[in-house]
């Protein structure tokens, strides 16, 4: 049995943003904590482009998803969630500058 708490054993300080598997299944199915800190956003030019469904939510704080076909904006507050076609390129464009973003993603085949 494994268990935590989303919210605990943060880093003090990061530098970029932190990203942890807390659980895998079959399916293939990927659990990830997502935790920026200060205004973060992807590396310039970078895109995500993954062969996996991405179904993310926002537990705390703010951020901003931009995808590459629209050019769409997409803002997020806490409780917002959105489900992420498989390659469908996109990146963060900020996160809530002077606070933790903390965001849980699904990962699944």
């Given at each position: ?27 293939p ?19 995500y ?61």
């Amino acid at each position: 049995m494994k268990h935590g708490n989303l919210f605990s054993q943060i880093p003090g300080v990061l530098t970029e943003e932190l990203a942890e598997t807390l659980a895998t299944g079959s399916g293939p199915l990927r659990i990830e904590r997502i935790v920026s800190r200060g205004d973060h956003a992807s590396p310039e030019g970078h895109w995500y482009d993954q062969s996996e469904v991405e179904w993310v939510v926002l537990l705390r704080g703010s951020g901003i998803l931009r995808f590459e076909e629209d050019g769409q904006l997409l803002k997020m507050g806490v409780g917002d969630w959105v489900e992420i076609p498989a390659h469908c390129r996109h990146r963060v464009e900020s996160t809530a500058a002077g606070e933790e973003t903390l965001w849980l993603a699904v990962f699944s085949g």
